[in-house]
């Protein structure tokens, strides 16, 4: 069996929807390939933040943001280092470029996003936002998606309300403004019900709003199709062979092939390999993500580079949920708490963002007995919150399976977890004299808007910053976990596949978690991974137009 299609995308991410939208709009034929029975990869899952440089909403709030100050931070951020290919100056500029122009694009095609109003950008560096430069989809009604509802994948919020009114409702009834939200959403809740409707939030809502517009504009779409292998003629890609419900097609791409297949985080071979002393059980990407298309293409001849590098988010594996992460970067930032090594050592800052805390755990543990660390609390913090979603009788409950440690001191505690105790009681002696002062002399510990902004607003001297005095004791082990892998197929400026020696394979094109990031070896803020793979989903669109037209 073969058909033949304009361009064909494999995956259903962000970037493989946007650029089907782009096409359909200039009245190419377009087929997206999904593996899956769902829709919406990773990203459905997931926040759906866009980091987006110098864009509408910063303006229209009065955030003031230009092309060279995003570059300026960029670059302090991720740098220009030989190793990262997929991070390369150009590819920096061209981010920074094409990022607010593919959000231009989308809202003219009617995509509805407005911005987050406090999400600093990670990194003290030039050109920092203290506001952050997110960018989220607005709330969508599921309905409109028809009988592709049942195909689109679940999000984490199952209620209508925007992030920034979700990360309120811990402080519920302790201030007004955290009290506010929780009338909002449920006067929204109520009031989407009255209507009929079914509003989605965070990611769901993004690749809901990105499969209406592309399923609307004509593109097909297809689930429980996974493609096998890049068909090659003469160099170039010019299509692929799918298996489709059992059977096997093979389908032409008369104008080119994007790959947006996600990465491998969910492939144990290839993390042995790559990222050794990782496990998948860890990650909390899909079980699709599991590297085909990125083997497929260096099949073909690509270069593959940042094979290394994750979207790594600390994780532990809780009595409750035994298959599925819960992720600790909310844990570890709050007072009360410090994280330590096997040797019962702090060795970085526990309120950097999750891609930092994840890297720092590999790479601080890579020589280690265990790829893990301890977080330690005391009795403050867990009469304050949760610890890994567990307190009370569940705190209890999971002391007495082991997986939680106890201690009446640091010494017990440091015993029941094989770790020093000396080290360890030296350690939370250290730190203590660190809060008295409010001041972290080893790792900056609350000194960062960033840092501040994660722990707990209503803790009275330091958000993130305090001491560990009062027994009993607790320990959870922390693993670096991620949402991805952050390496792949190295592509140019244009989202083209790169060979070895940097040629181009004409005909393939791809981005996201699927290729070597822009980031390179660095993360800039929220939605460092959403938003180049929307991104380059339109580049690449806007390549084969440009190519098509120059013919």
Not at 6 to 33: E, H, I, M, Q
Not at 57 to 71: H, P
Not at 533 to 548: D, K, M, P, R
Request: hydrophobic letters at 40%; one cysteine or more; a neutral charge.
């Amino acid at each position: 069996m073969s058909e033949t299609f304009d361009f064909v995308a494999v995956g259903s991410g962000p970037g493989a929807l946007c650029a089907a939208l782009a096409l359909r709009a200039a009245g190419k034929t377009v087929l997206v390939l999904e593996k899956a029975d769902l829709v919406g990869g990773t990203t459905a899952t997931s926040g759906g933040v866009m980091w987006i440089p110098n864009n509408r909403y910063m303006k229209a709030a009065g955030v003031a943001d230009s092309r060279e100050q995003a570059l300026s931070y960029m670059n302090a951020v991720v740098g220009d280092s030989g190793d990262a290919p997929g991070a390369t100056p150009a590819r920096q500029e061209t981010y920074i470029d094409k990022a607010p122009e593919m959000l231009e694009f989308l809202i003219s095609q009617g995509l509805q996003f407005r911005r987050i109003p406090n999400w600093p950008d990670y990194v003290d560096a030039p050109g920092q936002q203290e506001g952050g430069r997110t960018v989220i989809s607005e709330l969508f009604d599921l309905k409109k998606l028809g009988p592709w509802k049942a195909r689109l994948r679940k999000g984490f919020i199952p209620i209508p309300a925007y992030i920034e009114e979700a990360m309120e409702l811990p402080y519920v009834f302790k201030r007004k403004q955290s009290t506010q939200a929780l009338w909002k959403i449920l006067g929204r809740t109520f009031g989407s019900m009255l209507k009929g409707q079914r509003l989605a939030t965070a990611g769901q809502a993004l690749a809901a709003q990105l499969l209406h517009a592309a399923l609307e504009a004509g593109a097909q779409v297809r689930v429980n199709c996974g493609v096998k292998e890049l068909i090659v003629e003469d160099g170039r890609v010019t299509g692929v062979v799918a298996d489709c419900d059992g059977k096997e097609t093979r389908i032409i791409a008369s104008s080119g092939v994007l790959i947006n297949a996600g990465g491998f985080a969910k492939n144990q071979a290839m993390l042995d390999q790559y990222i050794p002393g990782t496990k998948a059980e860890w990650s909390g990407t899909i079980a699709e993500d599991t590297g085909d298309l990125i083997l497929a293409g260096q099949r073909i001849g690509a270069a593959l580079a940042q094979m290394d590098q994750r979207v790594g988010y600390p994780s532990v594996l809780t009595p409750a949920k035994p298959d599925y992460p819960t992720f600790m970067q909310g844990d570890m930032a709050k007072p009360h708490s410090i994280t330590v090594d096997h040797e019962g050592k702090r060795f970085m800052c526990e309120a950097a963002s999750y891609a930092t805390l994840s890297k720092g755990i590999w790479e601080h543990h890579r020589n280690a007995s265990a790829m893990q660390a301890w977080m330690v609390v005391d009795s403050q913090y867990a009469s304050r919150y949760s610890i890994a979603g567990g307190r009370g009788k569940k705190l209890q409950a999971w002391v007495e399976a082991g997986f939680i440690k106890k201690g009446e001191t640091l010494s017990e505690l440091a015993a029941a977890c094989n770790i020093d105790g000396a080290n360890l009681e030296a350690t939370v002696a250290r730190f203590n004299g660190f809060v008295a002062n409010n001041r972290d002399e080893d790792f900056g510990r609350g000194s960062h808007v960033y840092q501040n902004w994660l722990g707990d607003a209503l803790a009275e001297k330091s958000t993130t910053l305090g001491s560990l005095s009062q027994g009993p004791y607790y320990a959870v082990p922390v693993y670096p976990g991620d949402v991805s892998t952050y390496g792949g197929l190295v592509t140019d400026s244009d989202a083209r596949v790169l060979r070895e020696d940097g040629s181009v394979i004409e005909g393939l094109y791809a981005t996201g978690v699927s290729t070597a990031s822009v980031m390179g070896k660095g993360c800039t803020g929220a939605g460092a991974s959403i938003g180049p793979s929307i991104t380059w989903g339109y580049v690449a669109a806007q390549h084969v137009l440009n190519n098509t037209e120059a013919g």
